[in-house]
């Protein structure tokens, strides 16, 4: 069961009678740009009320943010745990309760000790992805742990020499090695466990799952009715171990004194996480065996997960967030990608396991784990995702420059958070013939940061927020392309545009399915969105220049193309396209109607993206559900109510797993946050959908699922809406001047009283 906050996620349990904490903490990448967890917490009761035959209580309370444990034997000794994380500091609290006096024990455990070795197979180089295909070894260096009279002190520390230093070499950039941003070296992360009234007692060894480790135990002093156990955790680039140590010796000072104003900032901010955006399916069922209640209360917990990174200073991973367990517990037959070394595998790695690595961030993953705040406000959590943009620009656009001495950044596909490729896509064995800045996988894939662009110029439609800080990415994102590829063509023609001046964007990709394309749809459709809605910008945001360079590039974007397919008029992949070569399972072709919303309800040429849909794939894998598959947001925009009813089904049902919101492994590891986050965006789309200034209701909602929501439009309005049986029982416009832009569903109707509210959740 997940808690956490900040930026911090805990993932909680007991078994055999003890209480056990995987924690991880954004951010905490070691040398080989890996995303390592600290540790692990084992915490046991004495006199034990959580041992075979007592009555047992787990609870994950989402309105404070918090899990509950409640244990009672059959004398009637009961103890409750509560386990709770701060938003705005690192730390971590497990309070315990008893109603006699218990003594506690609190064991840190690591398997991190020794220097570890990877498996030289491709799903062990995954844990480090930017080493898959590399030839030599590749290791994780131990951590540091030390006990003191206060606690269990753990950290883990970068040499000067990271993967950072090795891919600037290997991708030609030493000339400007100086000039690029290295948050690697000496990054130093861990923290400490201790609790008031705790003392260091011995060390033991064990293996939980497969992996051997080494546990540090504290234990209270004396039995008592209460107990606190903390951890504060801490990350910081030092130039020595001990200056580090200085700074979390100072936060876990601060703790006792703070814990009691931190609880209260942590019910707050909770609080205000809800009132901003729900959506509650059948509320008065509220039975498991109910499939849209499920739907329903799984967004609400995928949205849980994602509020637990809100302070961070790196996005939320599409590939298992900050909650990954043991790859044995993970289900890893339902893995699509077993057959490449089988499962038996990844069972053998440790719990920092993940397969598509830790600190590399697959651009059209993360995407899908982004978009559905918007319509939940959550401008906080967004933020992290634009940073994570905005922090690479510079060395994005310094390789620019290098490799072909033009504007704009090129942010690859796959790509480590500071801005540069991941070497095992840009190659470890490079074919002499590729020239410098070209990836060997995924070539041409520049894609998505097209998107993230866009996204931003959304995020300020919608929720008002300044984005001044990254008109820069998107700017520079946008003159990329035109750049580029004006670029390309002058080096094959002599001229930089074509004969009806026009760019001609080639050699390029539609997502990773069309792997040889003349101006793939995706890339068009990207530019023509963020174009025109830079142009939408109200006055003083861009400058005069700005504006002008934008109109004139509008001037130069192709067309979009189409073909016909079994007789129907439908939009094609590119201009020009090799169906014998093709990769992935993408959609490109319905890359306007989502992300970027150039068709859909309310938009021109609807039945072109119709039939678009129903006959202008090229593969039947093109319109699966499972893992990132987007057809449910593609059929709840084109008002396709019963497909994206299945569809939505499917994605956000239920899990396999004990925790019915860890959807996964699927593509993309466990919890699968980006499958999730499809989830979400198709949902949001059935309920609420905007196009201009209108603000279409229940555009694709089935007419017998009663709903309870709260979803943000553009134009800092909040829509919530409460429908039962057919009728529309409220319907709350903030601000009120905007409900006269609203579109009811036919034959739907609004009752004039206003029903009970109902606790979304419950």
């Known amino acids: 069961m997940p808690v956490g906050g900040g930026d911090i996620g805990v993932n909680a349990w007991v078994e055999e009678g003890e209480l056990l904490l995987y924690m991880d903490r954004s951010g905490f990448f070691d040398e080989n740009n890996t995303m390592l967890k600290p540790g692990r917490v084992r915490v046991a009761v004495e006199p034990n009320p959580f041992v075979s035959g007592t009555r047992f209580r787990q609870t994950l309370d989402l309105e404070s943010g918090r899990i509950l444990i409640a244990g009672r034997t059959t004398d009637g000794h009961e103890v409750t745990v509560v386990i709770w994380v701060e938003v705005f500091r690192p730390v971590i609290h497990v309070e315990i309760e008893s109603d006699k006096e218990v003594r506690v024990t609190a064991q840190y455990e690591n398997w991190r000790t020794e220097k570890r070795i990877h498996q030289k197979t491709w799903n062990g180089q995954q844990k480090s992805f930017a080493y898959l295909f590399y030839d030599g070894d590749v290791f994780t260096s131990p951590d540091v742990i030390e006990t003191r009279d206060d606690g269990v002190w753990f950290y883990h520390r970068n040499p000067a020499e990271t993967i950072f230093d090795i891919e600037v070499e290997r991708q030609h950039l030493s000339s400007v090695k100086d000039q690029l941003w290295n948050p690697m070296k000496n990054r130093t992360f861990g923290g400490v466990l201790f609790g008031k009234g705790f003392k260091s007692v011995d060390t033991t060894e064990g293996v939980y799952g497969v992996t051997p480790y080494r546990g540090w135990r504290l234990e209270s002093t004396r039995a008592q009715t209460s107990h606190r156990i903390h951890l504060a955790l801490h990350q910081a680039q030092t130039d020595t171990a001990a200056e580090w140590l200085d700074q979390l010796t100072e936060l876990k000072h601060s703790v006792p004194a703070g814990t009691t104003a931190a609880r209260e900032q942590q019910r707050r901010w909770w609080t205000e996480f809800w009132r901003r955006g729900f959506v509650a399916i059948n509320p008065r069922s509220a039975s498991p065996a109910d499939i849209p209640w499920q739907i329903g209360r799984n967004y609400q917990l995928v949205r849980f997960m994602q509020g637990c990174n809100s302070q961070g200073s790196l996005p939320t991973k599409f590939n298992g967030h900050l909650f990954t367990v043991d790859p044995m517990y993970s289900n890893l037959g339902e893995h699509r990608f077993n057959f490449v070394e089988g499962a038996e595998k990844m069972a053998e790695e440790t719990p920092d396991f993940r397969m598509w690595g830790g600190g590399s961030f697959t651009a059209q993953n993360q995407r899908l784990v982004y978009w559905p705040m918007i319509k939940n406000g959550d401008e906080d959590l967004m933020r992290l995702q634009f940073d994570f943009y905005k922090n690479g620009l510079d060395n994005a656009t310094l390789r620019t420059r290098v490799y072909w001495g033009h504007d704009g950044a090129s942010f690859t596909e796959q790509m480590n958070f500071y801005g540069l490729p991941l070497m095992s896509h840009y190659g470890w064995d490079r074919p002499k013939a590729l020239p410098p800045g070209d990836d060997q996988l995924l070539r041409y894939l520049w894609v998505n940061q097209l998107e993230f662009a866009y996204m931003i110029l959304e995020y300020r439609r919608f929720l008002g927020t300044d984005i001044s800080a990254y008109l820069p990415f998107v700017l520079s994102s946008l003159n990329f392309f035109d750049q580029h590829y004006q670029y390309r063509h002058r080096n094959r023609t002599g001229t930089p545009l074509d004969e009806q001046g026009k760019l001609v964007i080639a050699p390029s990709i539609a997502a990773e399915t069309y792997l040889e394309t003349t101006n793939p749809i995706d890339v068009v459709a990207g530019m023509t969105a963020v174009a025109q809605s830079l142009l939408e910008l109200p006055d003083g945001i861009l400058t005069a220049e700005q504006r002008d360079s934008v109109e004139a590039l509008q001037t130069r974007l192709p067309g979009f193309a189409v073909r016909s397919k079994d007789g129907k008029k439908v939009i094609a992949p590119a201009h020009k396209y090799d169906v014998t070569k093709m990769g992935n399972e993408d959609f490109p072709q319905l890359y306007t109607v989502f992300p970027y919303h150039i068709h859909g309800l309310g938009k021109p040429d609807l039945d072109l993206a119709i039939n678009t849909w129903h006959y202008g794939f090229d593969a039947e894998k093109q319109k699966n559900s499972h893992g990132w598959h987007q057809g449910v947001v593609f059929c709840a925009r084109m008002g396709l109510t019963d497909e994206a009813a299945e569809r939505i089904t499917a994605k956000l049902s239920g899990s396999k797993q004990r925790f019915p919101a860890f959807f996964g492994p699927d593509f993309d590891w466990l919890p699968d946050m980006n ?49 039962r049986d057919g009728v529309i029982e409220k319907l709350e416009v903030n601000p009120e001047s905007r409900a006269k832009e609203v579109i009811l569903p036919e034959p739907h109707r609004v009752e004039q009283s206003v029903a009970t509210t109902i606790n979304p959740l419950n």
Do not use: D, S
């Open 675 to 723: 499958k999730a986050g499809v989830g979400m965006i198709g949902l949001q789309e059935m309920l609420l959908q905007t196009a201009g200034r209108e603000i279409r209701l229940l555009p694709a909602w089935p007419r017998e699922w009663n709903v309870h929501f709260r979803l943000h439009a553009p134009f800092q309005t909040v829509v919530e809406v409460i429908y």
